[in-house]
């Protein structure tokens, strides 16, 4: 009966990639920073109007900079929420700082800013959010609490690029953001990522850390006759055939979001009835955001029904699929003193979150195979 298997991610290509690549190959320079990381750069910075944009080999690697260039020392503490990807928090944990989660808000998922204040201490070097889904942040509530009590933060932006909050881009609030180019990302070269600086301070070191610890970039704009090793640092450009592929589909940014949007927008049109019977919660966008359209996702009303449900759904040829665990609960964050009930809504989504197939090119039949498929579910008791 099953016949093609929908799956949950599909890598989106808009066409233009292998040309581009093709291009770099023949301009002779496919190290990083070559033509085609340039014009990633320069259309990042034009389109969301941030001081310096330097590509990376990930998201992941993005966050690492970023605890490097913010010094964060062993025994620091960083606030973040406990609902994200283990990469938020990881880079930080890296340098040995100590993770302090925040729960979520029940509505947007993100980071929840009444609970921000009370997690402060003199110890707290750093606040990262995360705008899920690409919904943004209460970034004017976030920043005011940072700004008072001088705390710098780092958005990690992987799900909402050219998304905004109250007209501003995300991305542009913190004094860095990080972005994501992996695979399962709106806009993708396989693995990639980007370190956004709003802050001009940290430009010069950043570019000293993604170039081995040297002063190469200022060498080779003439600013230094020759370049030697200055700082730490590691080595954290992709090569420019990654660029080549990504700045394919960062030109084709408008035609990608419209696809995504429509397929968003017709989830939560055609699921909007069934949710309301049932009880399942469904994404809240506030009307003062701007939403990147990365995932749709559902919230059941519990563990049970959502696993019988995501069965349900593989018994029809549909992969769906869970996250996040929550990190305070984890081997890791256990080790840092999480315990059950530290974040209850957390824990909920981790047991009751459910991300529906979502990519570019998921087809209108697709898609209505997968809305009919969750009509027909009837695991309820
Ligand atoms: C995907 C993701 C990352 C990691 O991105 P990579 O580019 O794979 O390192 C980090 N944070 C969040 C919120 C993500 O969704």
């Not at 990262?128 to 943004?136: E, K, M, Q």
């Not at 006759?225 to 700045?247: E, H, I, R």
């Not at 305070?328 to 957390?346: A, R, Y």
């Amino acid at each position: 009966m099953v016949t093609v298997q929908i799956p949950f991610n599909r890598p989106g290509f808009v066409g233009s990639e292998i040309e581009y690549i093709q291009d770099a190959v023949k301009r002779g320079h496919i190290s990083g920073d070559g033509y085609y990381s340039k014009q990633c750069h320069a259309l990042l910075e034009g389109a969301l109007g941030v001081r310096k944009t330097l590509l990376t080999t990930s998201c992941t690697h993005a966050l690492e900079m970023s605890a490097i260039l913010l010094d964060i020392q062993p025994g620091d503490e960083v606030i973040c929420p406990s609902f994200t990807f283990v990469s938020t928090i990881n880079a930080y944990v890296l340098r040995g700082a100590k993770p302090v989660f925040v729960d979520v808000r029940a509505d947007t998922l993100n980071l929840d800013e009444t609970k921000l204040e009370a997690a402060i201490t003199p110890r707290t070097k750093a606040i990262l959010v995360v705008h899920y889904g690409g919904v943004g942040c209460e970034m004017d509530v976030i920043m005011e609490i940072a700004n008072r009590h001088n705390i710098p933060v780092v958005e990690d932006n992987a799900h909402g690029l050219f998304a905004r909050y109250k007209g501003q881009y995300l991305g542009t609030f913190g004094v860095m953001a990080t972005q994501s180019f992996h695979e399962t990302k709106n806009f993708q070269c396989g693995e990639g990522g980007a370190l956004l600086i709003n802050s001009p301070a940290y430009v010069e070191r950043a570019e000293i850390i993604r170039e081995k610890g040297t002063n190469r970039s200022r060498f080779f704009r003439g600013q230094v006759d020759k370049y030697t090793w200055v700082d730490v640092g590691s080595s954290y450009l992709p090569s420019d055939l990654l660029a080549a592929f990504l700045y394919a589909q960062l030109e084709a940014r408008d035609d990608i979001q419209s696809k995504r949007r429509a397929i968003w927008e017709r989830y939560e049109r055609e699921l909007g009835d069934w949710a309301a019977e049932f009880g399942v919660q469904l994404p809240f966008v506030p009307a003062h955001c701007e939403q990147a359209y990365h995932v749709f996702y559902i919230v059941m009303p519990s563990l049970e029904t959502r696993q019988r449900l995501i069965a349900h759904l593989k018994a029809q040829g549909i992969l769906s699929v869970f996250h996040y665990l929550p990190l305070h609960l984890s081997d890791m964050g256990k080790q840092f003193g999480g315990q059950t009930g530290d974040c209850p809504v957390t824990e909920r989504l981790g047991d009751c979150l459910l991300r529906l197939p979502f990519y570019n090119d998921l087809s209108a039949d697709e898609q209505s195979r997968v809305i009919d498929a969750i009509h027909q579910f009837d695991g309820w008791a």
